[in-house]
């Protein structure tokens, strides 16, 4: 089966502008998952879609996030306007969970975001 | 705050050494993941461990779960210069439903051949 998609996998924009990344997940995974890794730190959660639905957007740093799963299918991260502290690597992740055992996520190769 | 913090940051060794990554994490969990970052590409999981496990083998790769200590380790037996990546443990926190994954900020492994 195809794993987790992620475009682009580079972009370098400037700083005030807009970038939307893409993630496709598993065919059928209904749990879509997007994380975020910044100047190699810890990879941290953004928010997590259940189909359409924002089951936890906790992780959102702030109002230039926006994330839209339309129809529950593929997932879109846009960024506006960008700042130089979005810099980092965000990871698209996707799962079936069967009640508490998660058998792991499945990870796409990630996009690295530049702002300049 | 994100919990589950690896030690060492990095860890240089090789080929044919053992490789201990260690985990610790700070509240319940419902299990621990292990992942691996080969450079720029995504993350591959590795292993999961229940939080009534103790120990769990696949292959060159063992876990340990500690949950008295909070804690976890990861051994790669025998490694290979194709092990080199970074490692990343990740807690599963079981609420309203689903699990969350909280990630640290990993183990970088180099394997001199």
């Known amino acids: 089966e195809a794993g987790v998609t992620q475009f682009p996998s580079h972009s370098v924009i400037e700083k005030g502008q807009t970038v939307t990344l893409r993630c496709d997940p598993i065919?059928?995974?209904?749990?879509l998952y997007w994380y975020r890794r910044v100047m190699g730190k810890e990879i941290k959660f953004l928010l997590h879609?259940?189909?359409?639905?924002?089951?936890?957007e906790s992780g959102m740093p702030n109002n230039r996030f926006l994330a839209e799963r339309t129809g529950g299918t593929y997932s879109t991260l846009k960024v506006q306007p960008a700042e130089l502290e979005d810099s980092g690597v965000y990871f698209c992740a996707s799962s079936q969970e069967v009640g508490a055992d998660d058998y792991g996520y499945t990870f796409g190769s990630g996009t690295r975001l530049t702002v300049v | 705050s994100q919990q589950g913090e690896e030690d060492p940051q990095a860890l240089s060794i090789q080929e044919g050494e053992n490789a201990t990554m260690n985990c610790s994490y700070k509240?319940?969990?419902?299990?621990l993941q292990w992942y691996r970052q080969n450079s720029g590409r995504g993350l591959v999981h590795l292993i999961l461990?229940?939080?009534?496990?103790r120990e769990k083998h696949s292959g060159r790769l063992r876990v340990t779960l500690d949950t008295s200590k909070k804690s976890s380790s990861l051994l790669i037996t025998a490694s290979r210069a194709a092990d080199t990546a970074s490692y990343f443990c990740?807690?599963?926190?079981?609420?309203?439903?689903?699990?969350?994954?909280?990630f640290g900020a990993g183990t970088r492994l180099a394997v001199h051949p």
């Open positions: 990740a807690t599963a926190h079981f609420s309203g439903g689903y699990n969350k994954l909280i």
């Open positions: 065919s059928g995974h209904d749990n």
């Open positions: 461990i229940r939080s009534n496990e």
């Open positions: 879609f259940v189909k359409e639905s924002k089951q936890d």
């Open positions: 509240t319940s969990i419902n299990n």
